[in-house]
């Protein structure tokens, strides 16, 4: 039983406009968030995180934004650049596995077009 | 340049054959994993260092097994009690409590 979704197997977006990627968990002793990005033939690559505490995280163009009530995470990429297109992963832990286990949904391809 | 090495990027093995891909890591990092990524799903845990001589189970070890002799090194053994171990095998590592560095990847397909 997956404890994160990705329920959006893929996103198209025009340049310049945002991106919304959504993620859902079912786990609530998850307490830390992370979005990872794929490009293809190479390995995930870490792009932001979110602890519980919070419910939002900036950095630059991508900000990661956490319902916890809801169980909800999501990304926002603004503006979208076609360089962003890639794979994107969410991924949850709690503290009480010492953020060891790592719990990733199935992914969103985002093709963002020129 | 620091990173993750994974090798082959590639490996084909017979049915029934143990095989096992590397893992180096020149990050100075305790922690170590290993995930394994299959058509339309996430990432799934097989297995998971802290410290030099320790291992942990993740979600899906059977079939699988680890050693950890050095810190820079977890190589990952499918053994032919995995019934169906074609996939893509990704490794990663990471300071305590810290986000995950992975590797790009290798994908076994058994003939």
């Known amino acids: 039983d997956q404890q994160v979704k990705q329920n959006s197997p893929s996103l198209s977006v025009q340049e310049g406009r945002i991106s919304i990627l959504n993620c859902d968990y079912t786990n609530s002793m998850f307490d830390y968030f992370l979005w990872y990005k794929k490009y293809p033939a190479e390995g995930p690559t870490f792009l932001i995180s979110i602890s519980s505490i919070k419910d939002k995280n900036e950095d630059g163009r991508f900000t990661v934004f956490l319902n916890k009530s809801a169980k909800h995470l999501s990304l926002h990429i603004v503006p979208s650049q076609p360089g962003d297109s890639a794979v994107y992963f969410c991924a949850a832990s709690a503290i009480r596995d010492n953020f060891n286990k790592f719990y990733f949904g199935s992914g969103t391809k985002l093709n963002v077009k020129p | 340049d620091g990173g993750i090495t994974q090798s082959p990027k590639y490996l084909f093995r017979k049915e029934g054959q143990n095989v096992t891909l590397s893992c180096e890591q020149n990050?100075?990092?305790?922690?170590m994993y290993w995930y394994r990524q299959d058509p339309g799903q996430g990432l799934r845990l097989i297995y998971y260092?802290?410290?030099?001589?320790?291992?942990q189970k993740g979600d899906i070890a059977e079939g699988y097994s680890v050693s950890r002799e050095k810190k820079e090194s977890f190589p990952l053994t499918v053994t032919s009690a995995q019934k169906n171990p074609t996939a893509f095998y990704l490794c990663?590592?990471?300071?305590?409590?810290?986000?995950?560095?992975f590797g790009d990847g290798t994908r076994l397909s058994i003939l």
């Open positions: 260092s802290q410290i030099v001589n320790d291992f």
């Open positions: 990050l100075n990092h305790d922690a």
């Open positions: 990663a590592s990471s300071r305590s409590m810290q986000p995950q560095h």
